[in-house]
T-cell receptor
Framework: NAGVTQTPKFRILKIGQSMTLQCAQD?????MYWYRQDPGMGLKLIYY???????DKGEVPNGYNVSRSTTEDFPLRLELAAPSQTSVYFC?????????????FGSGTRLTVV | GENVEQHPSTLSVQEGDSAVIKCTYS??????FPWYKQELGKGPQLIID?????GEKKDQRIAVTLNKTAKHFSLHITETQPEDSAVYFC????????????FGAGTRLFVKA
């Protein structure tokens, strides 16, 4: 199992450009998440999905969009990139259960908007 | 809104000493409490977790305790080693009334050889 795979690892965008951060998991997890981590800060939830075709907003969704057409993939789309979106982005997944589950995180995408 | 407070933000210990990181949560519906370790340049990795029906859990040199009445839980690392140096995050998760997992702000642990 590769776990959670994120691409690219690094990216520099110019203000106003768009890009898609890719995330794929091979553990047949139902739940997938996108977090951003600013320097010295904790993790803020951007969007999450409880299964294919179902997505919902997290704490900081503005400026981002997601889709979940398959169980495996959960891409994050940035439209009109802004300097405030400079951050490290982590994708994670978990197998849903009523009692709670730990997350498996990807290795992250470091994004700089200039 | 709901939140998780984590202390201290930075912790420096001598190799072989113990380290304790504490978290307090506000959502009384929280029932699952994981801890993650994040090494430099990597994603967080689950190291131990505890559910609300358990007061303490141990895995080799790490242990977690939970006090539901006081709404706080702690991570204990004994016999620290330089490879324990990392950022540690606590989280509180609830499935009641919808999906919700809140992370603490993290503790940077330095273990001096």
């Amino acid at each position: 199992n590769a776990g959670v795979t994120q691409t690219p690892k690094f990216r520099i965008l110019k203000i106003g450009q768009s890009m898609t951060l890719q995330c794929a998991q091979d553990m047949n997890h139902n739940y997938m998440y996108w977090y951003r981590q600013d320097p010295g800060m904790g993790l803020k939830l951007i969007y999450y999905s409880v299964g294919a075709g179902i997505t919902d907003k997290g704490e900081v969704p503005n400026g981002y969009n997601v889709s979940r057409s398959t169980t495996e993939d959960f891409p994050l789309r940035l439209e009109l990139a802004a300097p405030s979106q400079t951050s490290v982005y982590f994708c994670a997944s978990s197998y849903s259960s009523d009692r709670g589950d730990g997350y498996t995180f990807g290795s992250g995408t470091r994004l700089t908007v200039v | 809104g709901e939140n998780v407070e984590q202390h201290p933000s930075t912790l420096s210990v001598q190799e072989g000493d113990s380290a304790v990181i504490k978290c307090t949560y506000s959502d009384s519906a929280s029932n699952y409490f994981p801890w993650y370790k994040q090494e430099l340049g990597k994603g967080p990795q689950l190291i131990i977790d505890i559910r609300s029906n358990v007061g303490e859990k141990k895995d080799q040199r790490i242990a977690v305790t939970l006090n539901k009445t006081a709404k706080h839980f702690s991570l204990h690392i004994t016999e620290t080693q330089p490879e324990d140096s990392a950022v540690y995050f606590c989280a509180a998760s609830s499935r009641t009334g919808g999906f919700k997992t809140i992370f603490g702000a993290g503790t940077r642990l330095f273990v001096k050889a």
